[in-house]
């Protein structure tokens, strides 16, 4: 009963290196979403999904790219790493009823 | 648009006292509105949930949240707190009506002290 995997756990980047985080969900919702949580902001959009192919901004979207190739997968790409993406990352996924299972997240510095 | 504001930042409170976290929301429609807690190290998780009906929710860990629709709160309390519900704790909206964005609060730090 994995719920939502993410790899990897922790990554330090250097500036102006590209990476991609990885999200997978086995219990075939529809919606899945990447935040970023930094202190005393909460957790802000970044991308979401709500199907294999259809993905959309979030809040926070510059800097990053997501693709929904199926409905289990949903990466996400820094395309060029800068300090102010070090963060804590959350990939979520969703059904209908709008409660959101979150992965464990990424911790991602950036150096 | 839709927002949350949680009033507290940290909420020190002694074990086996009562707590409160409060959540305040804006919207201009009918709303579904969520708490989730994060425990050191974790992702988060749902405690519970408002989306119709009965306005006192009760949801795992012995939380309980009543919605108060003229006041635009959606506050949570446990009558007991225990060391282990130290964690953070978010409050959730979401506007009703096929798959919405969810807006988080900025979280409140609950700290048990024994």
């Known amino acids: 009963n994995a719920g939502v995997t993410q790899t990897p756990k922790f990554q330090v980047l250097k500036t102006g290196q590209s990476m991609t985080l990885q999200c997978a969900q086995d219990?075939?919702?529809?919606?899945m979403s990447w935040y970023r949580q930094d202190p005393g902001m909460g957790l802000r959009l970044i991308h979401y999904?709500?199907?294999?192919?259809?993905?959309d901004q979030g809040e926070v979207p510059n800097g990053y790219n997501v693709s929904r190739s199926t409905t289990e997968d949903f990466p996400l790409r820094l395309l060029s790493a800068a300090p102010s993406q070090t963060s804590v990352y959350f990939c979520a996924s969703s059904s209908g009823r709008f409660e959101a299972f979150f992965g464990q997240g990424t911790r991602l510095t950036v150096v | 648009a839709q927002s949350v504001t949680q009033l507290d930042s940290q909420v020190p409170v002694f074990e086996e006292a009562p707590v409160e976290l409060r959540c305040n929301y804006s919207s201009s429609v009918s709303v579904y509105l969520f708490w989730y807690v994060q425990y050191p190290n974790q992702g988060l998780q749902l405690l519970l949930k408002y989306l119709s009906g009965s306005t006192l929710v009760k949801g795992i860990n012995g939380f309980e949240a009543e919605f108060n629709k003229s006041q635009t709160s959606f506050h949570l309390r446990k009558p007991s707190v225990h060391i282990s519900d130290t964690a953070e704790y978010f409050c959730?909206?979401?506007?009703?009506?096929?798959?919405?964005?969810?807006?988080f609060g900025i979280g409140t730090k609950l700290q048990v002290i024994p």
């Open positions: 999904s709500v199907g294999a192919g259809i993905t």
């Open positions: 959730a909206v979401s506007e009703g009506g096929g798959y919405q964005k969810v807006t």
């Open positions: 219990m075939n919702h529809e919606y």
